[in-house]
């Protein structure tokens, strides 16, 4: 008595392989979509502890940094700064989820200081993953 092996024919194959493509290109785009309200969520949250920290700079001594010295003040003291307390972050200061650097400026247009992010798309403006995060 000998055993006949059977496997999947082609088309079988080729159904499935369009059952997975059909559902792939269904989950795709919701799930890049979550993927993109994450990283905006998270530069929103970056930016609130970085405006923290720098509040919190300000109360030890009595002054912004400068645009110049940037938010590695946050960090390394500067020289000069009577009254340092740092380092006010627990971890190094980190890019926006795009990896760039958040910008900051101070004094700000829109306050003391100004710290944002330009997106996904790093230029001015734009709507949903390409709007601009900021502190105002």
Known sequence: MTKRLRGFTLLELLVVMV???????????????????????????????????????????????????????LSEQPPGAVGWSGPYLKKAIPPDPWGRPYVYKAPGEHGDFDLYTLGKDGAPGGTAENSDITNW
């Not at 030890?60 to 940037?70: H, L, M, N, Q």
């Open 19 to 73: 059952i997975i493509g059909l559902l792939a290109g269904l989950v795709a785009p919701r799930y890049f979509d979550q993927v993109g309200k994450s990283q905006i969520k998270v530069a929103a949250a970056q930016i609130d502890s970085l405006d923290k920290a720098l509040i919190q700079f300000r109360l030890d001594t009595d002054r912004f940094p400068t645009t110049e010295e940037g938010l590695s003040v």
